[in-house]
């Protein structure tokens, strides 16, 4: 796959730059799920007050597999949001 040149050298007298071949990607670091926005205290109760976590799944998220934080982020976290929203404690929500 390459790049196009986001001018059009065809019919300029300039020389059109070649195209750089991206380089394959062999790092296995990739973008991670998460979350965060950026507001990390905890309240009292030791939720995240951006994201509604604990500490300790704070802790662990880096080492939790995709199929979890998916999880996490499409139930247990909206779960606690409607809880908090309704006025209702978080502890008994269920991973």
Excluded: N
Aim: glycine share 6%; with cysteine.
């Amino acid at each position: 796959m390459r790049f196009r040149a986001a001018i059009s050298y065809r019919d300029s007298t300039i020389p059109s730059p070649k195209s750089p071949t991206p380089e394959p990607m062999t790092s296995p670091m990739r973008p991670m799920l998460t979350p965060c926005i950026g507001v990390c205290t905890l309240d009292p109760q030791g939720y995240c007050d951006g994201c509604r976590r604990t500490g300790a799944e704070i802790a662990m998220w880096s080492s939790m597999g995709d199929d979890a934080r998916a999880h996490f982020m499409s139930v247990v976290l909206p779960e606690r949001e409607a809880r908090d929203a309704a006025g209702l404690p978080l502890e008994s929500v269920r991973r």
